[in-house]
């Protein structure tokens, strides 16, 4: 089956040009991200802010995300989407140096706000230009070939990241604005003079027979997201702390944990997603919510080095299946000519989750211990359960007549 796959992925056509071009693009600017990762640490660590602060500052951060995912979604209906990109990576940028100056807690809020909502816009943007620029066919392969990308990008952040917080937390903002540079100017020399592929009617999904706020499938999804969101998002805001806490670990080993989940991801993501095709998304979704439970809900239950990494591997696993066949399934039924909306939608969704998970995780970090955390985010994994397959019910209609494509939507 491994040899089928390979053979496979060599044929010419199977990832198409622009798919390499934003995997690129995607690499270089996850190696930014390292300031995501050690975010929390350096708040904590550095400025010596309470955990509950902490969380209330990247909460902040989530609401920019929030605000960010929408608003790039609706003006990308309007406005070229690579020059929005564009001008959004220069901002980000500058906002990345300004972070690692600012110590005042009132500024840090602010600037984090500001930097949520141009990374969610940057992610809405991203997803707009998969659609743009790929054929029907090639889009989920498109899709699982950024994946592969962005967590290459986040093991190398991982580690680097590590190893510059050791030597100074400030390094990390700095290489982070160095790494947006790059991001943009490749960006800029690489699709400015692209053409957008132009949707065919009737190629796309059941969406266009209504609007995302009608398309009940679609809202299902929205309300799973949310669920899935809340229960994996304190792997970024949490984790770091908990490990430092519970487990005595220092920072270059969490930087390696990091990693670890990143090149699983690398390993893993193209194979399950190719195999994926003939499972399902309600399988995979299912699948992947189950082990994103038991990996995180395990962790109060162990102690050392080799718990922690099994532990990362098997959510790492329901990451794997679950993330991807969101973004797919969103796509499936994103219209064209207003696909902003349902990636604006569904960013949006995920949006919530980022801004509610580090002031609730904190909160529960605060008054019930660090492992309240943990069960927590395996009871949300498992509460979403029923909200997949409620969303995943009429999948196949999009395949079938206009009128099954029409229950869909309103039954």
Known sequence: ???????????????????????????????????????????????????????????????????????????????????????????SAWILVLLGLVTDVTLLGGLLLLSGALDGAIRTLHQRLLMEHCEVKQRARAQSLSRVASNLGMAVAGVAGGVLAQTDFRWVFFVSAAMTVLALVWFVRSTFHRKAFLMEEGTDTVSGLCTPYRDKPFLWLLAASVLLGLAFEPVYSMLGNYLLDYYRLGTEFIGWQFALNAMLVVTLQIPFSHWGERWGARRQLLAGSLLLACGLGMLPLGTGVLFVCLSTVIWTLGEILFMPTLNVLVMQRAQAGKSGQYFGLFA????????????????????????????????????????????????????????????????
């Open 1 to 91: 089956m491994i040899s089928r796959f390979t053979h496979m992925t060599r044929l010419v056509g199977y990832f198409c040009s622009m798919a390499w071009v934003l995997a690129t693009l995607i690499f270089i600017n996850r190696l930014s991200a390292m300031v995501k990762l050690f975010m929390a640490l350096y708040l904590r660590q550095e400025l010596g802010f309470s955990i509950e602060t902490v969380g209330w500052l990247l909460s902040g951060y989530g609401a920019g995300l929030l605000i960010g995912s929408m608003v790039g979604g609706l003006l990308s209906d309007h406005f070229s989407t690579t020059r929005l990109t564009a001008a959004l990576f220069f901002v």
């Open 348 to 411: 949006m969704c995920w949006s919530t989750s980022v801004l509610l998970s580090p002031t609730l995780g904190g909160q529960l970090y605060g008054y019930f211990g660090g492992h309240s955390v943990w069960i927590a985010s395996a009871a949300l994994a498992l509460l979403a359960l029923p909200l997949i397959y409620q969303a995943t019910r009429f999948i196949g209609a999009s395949k079938g007549s206009s009128l099954s494509a029409r229950r869909a939507c309103f039954n």
